[in-house]
């Protein structure tokens, strides 16, 4: 399938567009603070979602998934530094039919335990301030002050109705398994590769219950992989986006770390066995009722809780909450779930960021095609070619936003990725799927733009109901002028790169 796809001319035809008239730059999406409840909880705001076939050598019969958390890290931040919330629950969804409903959750779960390293002070054990009492090289090491650890789930089904099962380490059969602490510096953990040689230890061959093969599980803090002049974008676009600023911008997320959840599980068990096409979104929840009550040992608060779980966070495509949905409903766009996407749908059919573009780039005119059908196959379907050619929509599609990936399209190797995905005629990328190193940026902001509609010809080629006379920007070379691909990541598992150290030595 894959070979026949590369031949097709969707691949053709954004290919020639991206060579001969756009000048796609690179940049990467997220979703940092994008609703206004979230900004209360960073610990449980979802910032970036990926999914992709495995291009790590033999690891080709895999997909990847990460979830990244907790935002705007600075690496100094101690001395308690970016722990994930132990009252939480933060889960990676599959819909493998097409229904817009889960089939498969992984949950995670976190407990952080306090270890009252002490020192003895004119004979009297007086506990340390710090996280850490000495340098630490192992996995819960003894000089370790906090001891975080996690679980992980399987349940198929409904997330809360269904069977529910864990995940086991394969070296100890232990369902229990260490986060490494955070990068503090490189006097805790030496210089260089010290920190990386550390985490990498934390990373866990796994057991899935239901499954032939192994999967894998890492959760810790890394560089942020979101590339995007920040502060600019949302200062009314405050730069030249139709100009030539290839690298001529400021990445403002250079020096923050997050933490990734991270899982490579086995094709065979994460499809269904009749459609290769896959739908993913991230999810945290938090318990309907808290109480703030110091614990006896002052180690955090909030230990009174009950209720349901309650969503407060949800993360698919890039870009969706921050650029698409109103700013009155992205709280409510945190709480729903995709079978419920029906209620947003205006926000795609008839969206508001073409509109402010053209207000503040005149020469860049809005689309003029409504309701917008190239945004709902973009984002709510899929897309399928006219002549049934299949590039990343279920065969039995229910409309709702998430992420989506055709399993039977092979991986592109790091060294050959193009970071603008299929437009680069790399359908193993963006938007089938989503890697590290995919433009979503700029890819997404053109197709909003109606790139689609000028893509697709007269002939509507790509089956989304427009046409290039629909959208007489569809070929502006909008760019955010910040630069990144594949070679900026591990081309092993977990793909994203060690954070930045708190101080250097």
């Not at 899935?208 to 959760?219: R, S």
Request: net charge negative; hydrophobic share 35%; with cysteine.
């Amino acid at each position: 399938m894959n070979t026949f796809l590369q031949k097709h001319r969707l691949a053709i035809a954004i290919g020639a567009m991206t060579a001969a008239s756009i000048g796609f730059n690179t940049s990467q999406a997220s979703s940092h603070r994008e609703a206004p409840a979230i900004t209360s909880m960073p610990k449980v705001d979802a910032t970036d979602f990926y999914m992709f076939r495995s291009y790590e050598q033999e690891r080709e019969g895999y997909v990847t998934f990460i979830a990244n958390y907790l935002p705007l890290q600075d690496a100094y931040g101690g001395p308690n530094y970016f722990r994930l919330d132990d009252n939480a629950l933060y889960e990676i969804h599959i819909d493998n039919n097409g229904d817009a409903q889960e089939d498969i959750t992984f949950g995670f779960r976190f407990e952080n335990t306090h270890k009252k390293i002490a020192l003895t002070i004119g004979g009297e054990q007086v506990e340390v301030p710090l996280s850490q009492a000495s340098p630490v090289a192992q996995v819960n090491d003894d000089n370790l002050n906090v001891r975080e650890t996690y679980t992980v789930d399987i349940t198929r089904g409904g997330r809360r109705s269904g069977q529910r099962q864990a995940l086991t380490n394969i070296a100890d059969n232990s369902s229990t398994f260490d986060k490494p602490a955070d990068n503090i510096g490189e006097k805790t953990f030496g210089p260089g590769q010290g920190y990386a040689q550390y985490a990498w230890k934390h990373n866990y061959e796994v057991n899935i219950p239901g499954c032939a093969a192994p999967g894998k599980v890492f959760v810790g803090q890394r560089k942020d992989p979101f590339m995007l002049p920040l502060g600019k974008i949302f200062d009314l676009i405050n730069l030249n986006p139709l100009g030539a600023e290839a690298g001529g911008n400021v990445d403002d997320l250079n020096d923050k770390n997050i933490t990734s959840l991270v899982m490579e599980m086995p094709i065979a068990c994460i499809t269904n066995g009749a459609d290769p096409v896959i739908g993913a979104w991230t999810t945290a929840s938090l318990p309907q009722g808290r109480i703030l009550n110091p614990k006896p040992d002052g180690f955090g608060t909030s230990d009174l809780q009950g209720g349901a779980w309650t969503q407060v966070s949800r993360l698919g495509m890039p870009l969706v909450n921050e650029v698409v949905i109103g700013l009155g409903d992205k709280d409510l766009f945190n709480s729903s779930k995709p079978q419920d996407d029906t209620q947003f749908a205006t926000y795609v059919t008839n969206p508001t960021l073409p509109a402010l573009v053209e207000l503040l780039f005149p020469s860049a005119p809005a689309p003029t095609n409504f309701p917008r059908t190239d945004l709902v196959a973009t984002f709510l379907t899929g897309i399928k070619l006219r002549d049934g050619t299949v590039l990343n929509q279920p065969v039995n599609v229910t409309p709702a936003e998430m992420l989506r990936l055709n399993t039977a399209v092979a991986p592109t190797p790091a060294s050959s990725q193009s970071n603008l995905g299929v437009a680069g005629n790399d359908l193993a990328g963006y938007p089938n799927g989503r890697r590290p190193g995919d433009d979503v940026v700029d890819i997404s902001l053109r197709v909003v733009m109606g790139a689609l509609c000028t893509l697709t010809g007269p002939s509507d080629a790509f089956n989304v109901g427009c046409g290039p006379n629909d959208a007489p920007a569809g070929a502006a070379a909008i760019t955010d002028g910040v630069k990144t691909d594949a070679s900026q990541f591990y081309e092993t598992f977990p793909y994203v790169v060690a954070p930045l150290p708190g101080a250097t030595n």
